[in-house]
């Protein structure tokens, strides 16, 4: 569509140039409130809506105010004719657009004015389509005569109690979606058979779908191995699940011999624990023939464990790359060529 509107009647305006326009709208009561439901094309919303009505160009108000990189992947979105935006745009009419709503004829008339409206939900969406140059109809939602209070509660109310899907859930559900990059696809099948071997280190202690106290989430787990990524996406799949199995065994089992087994879901260490993957498979590759056991795991990490505190893993703080430099150095400490240990 290429913004041809079949149920809107624009009329030129005489009040200072500005164009007026009408639209088929239903109005609805929500308890205090009453409001208008309709569609509208989104260069009529491009070209009436701010963010902030203390700016003086809303343009530079979307850009100041906004992520301008999420504008743009909506645009893009919209110009690829990838999909549909079916929620709604939440607006408050300003004074600039005199609106206007024929019980009647079940419309409602406002002013065109870059103004016109105050974007109380929805501001991303707009931004998008000020930068889109494709054209659609949108649902929006139009509350009138608000006053500042009641615009700024409302905003509240909108963006705190309306709850967004847990990052963790969409990871779970791009197979379904078929949106999965190969990386991911591999990340989720290394994941999921963590998850779902009884002979896992990680068994029991994951969470698909949610983040759970005391289990490692889908995201913390691929924010884990993700900056890893090059040392394992040479590998097949049977081989990166049985490195990296062996190697959080010794770990469970290094952690378990100073009482701190309980803390490897613990974010910070277990992200810093992955992060030292690279550097320890190579001494067991240089020492051990690239003979990934856990046995020959435990054995580095015996020098590891000899020159750091207990306390390292036990309060492991919350900078998993400021952990990762503490293991990093008491490997210096503790390696030397002839080494057998």
Same mark, same amino acid.
């Given at each position: 569509?290429?913004?041809?509107?079949?149920?809107?009647?624009?009329?030129?305006?005489?009040?200072?140039?500005?164009?007026?326009?009408?639209?088929?709208?239903?109005?609805?009561?929500?308890?205090?409130?009453?409001?208008?439901?309709?569609?509208?094309?989104?260069?009529?919303?491009?070209?009436?809506?701010?963010?902030? #009505? $203390?700016?003086?160009?809303?343009? !530079? %108000?979307?850009? *100041?105010?906004?992520?301008? &990189?999420? @504008?743009?992947?909506?645009?893009?979105?919209?110009?690829?004719?990838?999909?549909?935006?079916?929620?709604?745009?939440?607006?408050?009419?300003?004074?600039?657009?005199?609106?206007?709503?024929?019980?009647?004829?079940?419309?409602?008339?406002?002013?065109?004015? #870059? $103004?016109?409206?105050?974007?109380? !939900? %929805?501001?991303? *969406?707009?931004?998008?389509? &000020?930068? @889109?140059?494709?054209?659609?109809?949108?649902?929006?939602?139009?509350?009138?005569?608000?006053?500042?209070?009641?615009?700024?509660?409302?905003?509240?109310?909108?963006?705190?109690?309306?709850?967004?899907?847990?990052?963790?859930?969409?990871?779970?559900?791009?197979?379904?979606?078929?949106?999965?990059? !190969?990386?991911?696809?591999?990340?989720?099948?290394?994941?999921?058979?963590?998850?779902?071997?009884?002979?896992?280190?990680?068994?029991?202690?994951?969470?698909?779908?949610?983040?759970?106290?005391?289990?490692?989430?889908?995201?913390?787990?691929?924010?884990?191995?993700?900056?890893?990524?090059?040392?394992?996406?040479?590998?097949?799949?049977?081989?990166?699940?049985?490195?990296?199995?062996?190697?959080?065994?010794?770990?469970?089992?290094?952690?378990?011999?100073?009482?701190?087994?309980?803390?490897?879901?613990?974010?910070?260490?277990?992200?810093?624990?992955?992060?030292?993957?690279?550097?320890?498979?190579?001494?067991?590759?240089?020492?051990?023939?690239?003979?990934?056991?856990?046995?020959?795991?435990?054995?580095?990490?015996?020098?590891?464990?000899?020159?750091?505190?207990?306390?390292?893993?036990?309060?492991?703080?919350?900078?998993?790359?400021?952990?990762?430099?503490?293991?990093?150095?008491?490997?210096?400490?503790?390696?030397?060529?002839?080494?057998?240990?």
């Amino acid at each position: 569509m290429t913004g041809q509107v079949d149920d809107a009647q624009e009329n030129e305006g005489t009040d200072e140039g500005a164009e007026e326009v009408s639209y088929t709208a239903v109005l609805l009561t929500q308890g205090n409130h009453r409001f208008y439901t309709l569609a509208m094309p989104t260069d009529v919303l491009a070209e009436t809506c701010v963010v902030d #009505p $203390r700016v003086e160009n809303p343009i !530079d %108000g979307f850009q *100041r105010l906004l992520d301008e &990189k999420r @504008a743009h992947e909506i645009a893009d979105y919209i110009d690829n004719g990838f999909g549909t935006i079916p929620g709604s745009i939440i607006l408050s009419a300003q004074p600039q657009a005199e609106l206007e709503y024929t019980r009647k004829s079940r419309t409602i008339k406002f002013r065109k004015t #870059p $103004r016109s409206f105050l974007i109380l !939900d %929805g501001q991303h *969406r707009v931004y998008g389509f &000020k930068l @889109a140059k494709t054209h659609l109809r949108v649902p929006v939602v139009i509350y009138n005569k608000l006053t500042r209070a009641e615009e700024t509660r409302l905003f509240m109310d909108i963006n705190t109690k309306q709850r967004p899907v847990p990052p963790e859930l969409i990871l779970d559900i791009k197979r379904l979606a078929e949106i999965e990059t !190969d990386s991911e696809a591999l990340l989720r099948d290394v994941f999921d058979t963590f998850n779902k071997d009884p002979a896992s280190p990680l068994f029991g202690l994951l969470s698909p779908s949610e983040r759970k106290p005391g289990k490692i989430s889908r995201v913390t787990f691929n924010q884990s191995v993700k900056p890893i990524w090059s040392s394992l996406s040479n590998s097949d799949y049977d081989a990166i699940y049985a490195a990296l199995c062996a190697y959080l065994h010794a770990w469970t089992a290094a952690l378990k011999a100073v009482s701190a087994d309980n803390n490897l879901t613990n974010p910070t260490l277990f992200k810093a624990i992955m992060l030292a993957f690279p550097t320890i498979a190579q001494r067991v590759s240089d020492r051990f023939d690239a003979d990934y056991s856990q046995k020959n795991f435990g054995k580095i990490l015996n020098s590891l464990f000899e020159n750091i505190k207990k306390n390292d893993v036990l309060k492991p703080g919350t900078s998993h790359k400021a952990l990762h430099e503490t293991f990093r150095k008491a490997l210096s400490a503790g390696f030397s060529l002839g080494k057998t240990k």
